[in-house]
Protein backbone atom coordinates (compact mmCIF):
# COMPACT_ATOMS: atom_id res chain seq x y z
CA UNK A 1 0.00 0.00 0.00
CA UNK A 2 1.40 3.24 -1.31
CA UNK A 3 1.94 6.25 1.34
CA UNK A 4 -1.27 8.58 2.29
CA UNK A 5 -0.90 12.30 2.07
CA UNK A 6 -2.79 15.17 4.00
CA UNK A 7 -3.81 18.08 2.19
CA UNK A 8 -4.33 21.09 4.52
CA UNK A 9 -5.89 24.38 4.34
CA UNK A 10 -5.56 26.78 6.98
CA UNK A 11 -8.18 29.18 7.91
CA UNK A 12 -7.64 31.12 10.68
CA UNK A 13 -9.78 34.20 12.70
CA UNK A 14 -13.22 34.02 14.11
CA UNK A 15 -15.06 32.74 11.26
CA UNK A 16 -12.37 30.02 10.94
CA UNK A 17 -14.33 26.99 11.56
CA UNK A 18 -17.46 28.05 9.65
CA UNK A 19 -14.99 28.39 6.65
CA UNK A 20 -12.89 24.71 6.92
CA UNK A 21 -16.22 23.43 7.62
CA UNK A 22 -17.19 24.93 4.52
CA UNK A 23 -14.21 24.26 2.23
CA UNK A 24 -14.60 20.10 3.16
CA UNK A 25 -18.03 20.09 1.52
CA UNK A 26 -16.70 21.45 -1.59
CA UNK A 27 -13.42 18.78 -1.07
CA UNK A 28 -16.00 16.35 -1.01
CA UNK A 29 -18.05 17.25 -4.05
CA UNK A 30 -14.61 17.28 -5.60
CA UNK A 31 -13.72 13.55 -4.84
CA UNK A 32 -17.23 12.68 -6.32
CA UNK A 33 -16.70 14.33 -9.33
CA UNK A 34 -13.24 13.17 -9.83
CA UNK A 35 -14.06 9.78 -8.86
CA UNK A 36 -11.15 9.51 -6.14
CA UNK A 37 -11.03 6.33 -4.03
CA UNK A 38 -10.32 6.51 -0.14
CA UNK A 39 -9.86 10.00 0.42
CA UNK A 40 -11.29 11.34 4.14
CA UNK A 41 -12.01 14.89 3.93
CA UNK A 42 -12.59 16.77 7.40
CA UNK A 43 -11.87 19.75 9.96
CA UNK A 44 -9.64 19.53 12.61
CA UNK A 45 -9.59 22.81 15.21
CA UNK A 46 -5.90 23.93 16.01
CA UNK A 47 -7.49 26.53 18.58
CA UNK A 48 -10.63 28.97 18.84
CA UNK A 49 -9.52 31.45 16.08
CA UNK A 50 -7.52 28.41 13.70
CA UNK A 51 -9.18 25.40 11.66
CA UNK A 52 -7.76 23.48 8.57
CA UNK A 53 -9.81 21.84 6.18
CA UNK A 54 -8.03 18.62 4.65
CA UNK A 55 -8.20 16.00 2.13
CA UNK A 56 -6.20 12.37 2.80
CA UNK A 57 -5.26 10.77 -0.58
CA UNK A 58 -2.81 8.53 -2.31
CA UNK A 59 0.85 9.63 -2.75
CA UNK A 60 0.67 8.81 -6.05
CA UNK A 61 -2.13 11.18 -7.01
CA UNK A 62 -0.42 14.37 -4.89
CA UNK A 63 1.27 16.06 -7.46
CA UNK A 64 -1.98 16.59 -9.58
CA UNK A 65 -4.25 17.38 -7.15
CA UNK A 66 -2.12 19.58 -5.04
CA UNK A 67 -1.40 21.70 -8.56
CA UNK A 68 -5.06 21.65 -9.29
CA UNK A 69 -5.95 22.14 -5.36
CA UNK A 70 -3.46 24.39 -3.74
CA UNK A 71 -3.64 23.24 -0.54
CA UNK A 72 -1.63 25.78 2.23
CA UNK A 73 0.90 22.87 2.95
CA UNK A 74 1.42 18.86 3.27
CA UNK A 75 2.00 15.76 5.55
CA UNK A 76 2.29 12.16 5.32
CA UNK A 77 -0.86 11.04 6.75
CA UNK A 78 -0.64 8.63 9.81
CA UNK A 79 -3.89 6.09 10.31
Not at 9 to 26: C, R, Y
Request: glycine content about 2%; proline content about 3%; aromatic content about 6%.
Amino acid sequence: MSQRIKMIWDFKGPNASKIASHHVIHLNEFAITESLENTICDVEKLSDVHHIAYMVIDEENMQDLRARLKPNRGQLYKE
